[in-house]
């Protein structure tokens, strides 16, 4: 596969977090996006620091997510991709 162009990016920021967790966190990363004439790829690792607010646990102070992404898509018509991915 000829790349036409191979790009790493690193990223951080604020992120609005629900469902049991707290309402703010903090978030970073990386990703590696892939371009070729046959095929898109991104790829993704990411770190952020949301801790559960109402697990019924005492004193939890420490919380934190970490994610893996992975995306392939395949040309299928002009404009149009076919493809998917995991996310762990």
């Known amino acids: 596969m000829n ?4 790009r790493p990016v690193l990223f951080g920021g604020p992120s609005l977090v629900g469902n049991g ?3 703010f966190a ?4 990386g990703a590696l996006l892939l371009k070729s004439s046959k095929a898109l790829g991104d790829f ?3 770190y952020m620091n949301a801790k559960k607010t109402n ?3 005492v004193k939890n102070r420490k ?5 893996l992404l992975g995306r392939v898509f395949y040309p ?3 404009g149009f991709y076919f ?5 762990e």
């Open 83 to 87: 493809g998917g991915g995991t996310m």
């Open 63 to 67: 919380g934190h997510e970490r994610f």
């Open 55 to 57: 697990d019924n646990t």
């Open 44 to 46: 993704e690792a990411y």
């Open 26 to 29: 903090g978030n970073f990363g």
């Open 21 to 23: 967790y707290q309402t």
């Open 3 to 6: 790349l036409s162009f191979t």
């Open 76 to 78: 299928w018509r002009r």
